[in-house]
């Protein structure tokens, strides 16, 4: 009988790979220009499968195609930094209140789970996993609320979500390594499940997602009067970087 060797991964897929980890480790900002013949030194391929790997990310949304301008890092704006965060908010408190004061074990298993997977990649992964992992963790405590289109909306926001993330990580890196990372989470489900309203909202209030505004996100461009405001309303009340 023969034995199925597991198979290898192509060059494409490898090139996709490695780009969505340095693209969610916060090594690129939103909207910048990707060059092919960097691209193809840095990560020893040729153009086809680079070519091939970066059609995949396109339709993920991490990168997109410009005619005539090659290939950028999917372009995120203030305001649309605005939007994603009020909406992230809004979306994962609405789902607390509907998951308390009874939280079914299955579900708080899957929260569970999630971090377990952050912590395996704090011992060996990368900032770019740990952005992908992160958020599904967080999609695991909205989906605490048993509600699928929460859920479904919170999926949907996935790619614009981690590039938010990912800038965040990056705002963080002076006081927080993927251990730090992992604590940080791990104190967010302690307080979930004591099921004390109050607390879940100051944890959440405090968890440090929104470190990224205190100047990262000047970098980007597309302000608004309502995205400045908000930004001077989410810079008042910012508890200092720890």
């Known amino acids: 009988m023969s034995t199925l060797l597991p198979a290898q991964p192509s060059l494409a897929m490898q090139a996709r790979q490695a780009l969505e980890r340095t693209i969610l480790a ?95 990649i704090a011992e060996s992964g990368t900032e770019g996993d740990m952005v992908s992992a ?31 993330m990912a800038l965040n990580n990056q705002a963080r890196r002076e006081i927080e390594d993927l251990d730090g990372n992992v604590a940080r989470h791990a104190r967010m489900l302690d307080v979930i499940l004591t099921g004390d309203p109050e607390a879940i909202e100051a944890e959440f209030d405090d968890h440090g997602n929104l470190s990224f505004l205190v100047d990262v996100v000047d970098r980007l461009d597309g302000a608004t009067p309502e995205s400045d405001r908000w930004l001077e309303e989410v810079r008042s009340a910012l508890p200092p970087a720890t």
């Open 26 to 120: 916060g090594d690129y900002l939103p909207g910048e220009r990707l060059v092919e013949e960097r691209l193809c030194a840095e990560l020893g391929i040729s153009r086809p499968p680079l070519r091939e790997a970066l059609k995949e990310l396109a339709h993920t949304g991490l990168v997109e195609h410009i005619p005539r301008k090659g290939v950028r890092i999917m372009s995120i704006t203030q305001h649309d930094v605005f939007e994603i965060a009020t909406l992230r908010r809004d979306l994962e408190r609405m789902a607390l209140r509907l998951a308390l004061p009874d939280l079914a074990p299955e579900r708080v298993e899957r929260c569970r789970a999630a971090l377990r997977e952050m912590e395996r």
């Open 134 to 164: 992160g958020f599904e963790f967080h999609f695991a405590v909205v989906g605490l609320a048993g509600h699928g289109r929460i859920e479904s909306t919170y999926r949907a926001m996935a790619m614009q979500l981690q590039m938010c």
